[in-house]
C-alpha cells in the first residue's frame, strides 16, 4: 500500500505571498491531519479533515485553511505568509473509523518563508 | 489540556548500550500512547503505540510499556545500532479527537 504523499516536498515564498500545500492519503483513510513542525515550537497540531468536513482545529490564526476532497486528498492553504511560517507542514492520515486510530505521517513540505 | 513531556536530549550512547528514553502524560480520558522516529529530512514513522493500561507496544527492538499509575511510557531497548540515530516523540492521542499532542523529542546519536 502507498504511503501518504505530500507534494511539493519544498517551496520558498516571499512574505506577504499565499501558499498551497497537498497531501495525497493512504488509500481507504478518510481522515487527514495538519501539523506545523518548527524547532521552538515543536509539533503542532493545525487541523483534522474528516469526509470533507472540519472535524477538529488547532490554535493558529485564520491565515490557516485547508480543505478536503471527495477522494479524501486534502490541501492546506496559508495566506499571507510571515517569516514565522517558515516550517516543515507534516500531513497524516488515519482510517478513523471510530475513536482513536493510528496516524501515518507523510515526509512533510519544508516551507521557507524569506 | 493533555500534555506529553519527555526527556531532553540529546542523548549520545555507544553502540550495544541501553536506551532509554522517559516519556510521561497528563490526560483527562483515556488516551492511546504512541512513540514515532523522524530521521533526518523525513516524517514521522510509527515505533510503536499502546492503547490502553498495561498494554506493551513493541517493534524493531524498541518497547514501552502504559503505566496508567505513573502516567508514563517510557521508551526502551537493550542494544541500540548505529542506525538508531533519529529523534523520537513520544505522542498521545484521546479517542474524542484527533489532535494528537507531541513530546519536545529526544534526539539519540549512538557512536561506533
Known amino acids: 500500500k502507498a504511503g501518504v504523499t505530500q507534494t511539493p516536498r519544498y517551496l520558498i515564498k516571499t512574505r506577504g505571498q499565499q501558499v498551497t500545500l497537498s497531501c495525497s492519503p493512504i488509500?481507504?483513510?478518510?481522515?487527514v491531519s495538519w501539523y506545523q513542525q518548527t524547532p521552538g515550537q515543536g509539533l503542532q497540531f493545525l487541523f483534522e479533515y474528516f469526509s470533507e468536513t472540519q472535524r477538529n482545529k488547532g490554535n493558529f490564526p485564520g491565515r490557516f485553511s485547508g480543505r478536503q476532497f471527495s477522494n479524501s486528498r486534502s490541501e492546506m492553504n496559508v495566506s499571507t505568509l510571515e517569516l514565522g511560517d517558515s516550517a516543515l507542514y507534516l500531513c497524516?492520515?488515519?482510517?478513523?473509523?471510530?475513536?482513536?486510530?493510528?496516524?501515518?505521517f507523510g515526509p512533510g513540505t519544508r516551507l521557507t518563508v524569506l | 489540556g493533555d500534555s506529553v513531556t519527555q526527556m531532553e536530549g540529546p542523548v549520545t550512547l555507544s553502540e550495544e548500550a541501553f536506551l532509554t528514553i522517559n516519556c510521561t502524560y497528563t490526560a483527562t480520558g483515556y488516551p492511546s500512547l504512541f512513540w514515532y522516529v523522524q530521521y533526518p529530512g523525513e516524517g514521522l514513522q510509527l515505533l510503536l503505540k499502546?492503547?490502553?493500561?498495561?498494554d506493551k507496544g513493541s517493534n524493531k527492538g524498541f518497547e514501552a510499556t502504559y503505566r496508567k499509575e505513573t502516567t508514563s511510557f517510557h521508551l526502551e531497548k537493550g542494544s541500540v545500532q548505529v542506525s538508531d540515530s533519529a529523534v523520537y516523540f513520544c505522542?498521545?492521542?484521546?479517542?474524542?479527537?484527533?489532535?494528537?499532542?507531541f513530546g519536545a523529542g529526544t534526539r539519540l546519536t549512538v557512536k561506533p
Open positions: 499502546a492503547t490502553k493500561a498495561d
Open positions: 488509500s481507504g483513510h478518510r481522515s
Open positions: 497524516a492520515s488515519s482510517r478513523r473509523d471510530y475513536g482513536t486510530d493510528t496516524q501515518y
Open positions: 505522542a498521545l492521542s484521546e479517542p474524542r479527537n484527533n489532535d494528537m499532542r
